[in-house]
């Protein structure tokens, strides 16, 4: 059973920068397409980002192209978000996901999420 975790969520001003990191248990995750979506209190949840397992191809929602960066490292077993030039309406819970079929499926295994809060 694959298990995420993510951490590197927290407190930041208009225009910083946060990483967000998504630690894998349990399984290797090469194996796994790894997506990161966020909800906002109020809004239904929304896909930000993908990279799939076989040519590291990356996807991005247009309302965060140019501005955050996924990635992942399968020796360390982690897949990141770096994410620069925060706004207000960043702010919300992130969650990594991963499957092996797709990137644009239904995520199999979720992390518990990570509080992202951009305001000055």
């Known amino acids: 059973q694959l298990q995420l975790v993510e951490s590197g969520g927290g407190l930041v001003q208009p225009g910083g920068s946060l990483r967000l990191s998504c630690e894998a248990s349990g399984r290797t995750l090469d194996d796994y397409h790894i997506g990161w979506f966020r909800q906002a209190p109020g809004k239904e949840r929304e896909g930000v980002s993908c990279?799939?397992?076989?040519?590291?191809?990356?996807y991005y929602s247009d309302s965060v192209k140019g501005r955050f960066t996924i990635s992942r490292d399968n020796a360390k077993n982690t897949a990141y978000l770096q994410m620069n030039s925060l706004k207000p309406e960043d702010t919300a819970v992130y969650y990594c996901?991963?499957?092996?079929?797709?990137?644009?499926?239904?995520?199999?295994?979720w992390g518990q999420g990570t509080q992202v809060t951009v305001s000055s």
């Open positions: 996901a991963a499957d092996r079929g797709s990137c644009f499926q239904k995520f199999t295994y």
């Open positions: 990279i799939s397992r076989n040519d590291g191809m990356t």
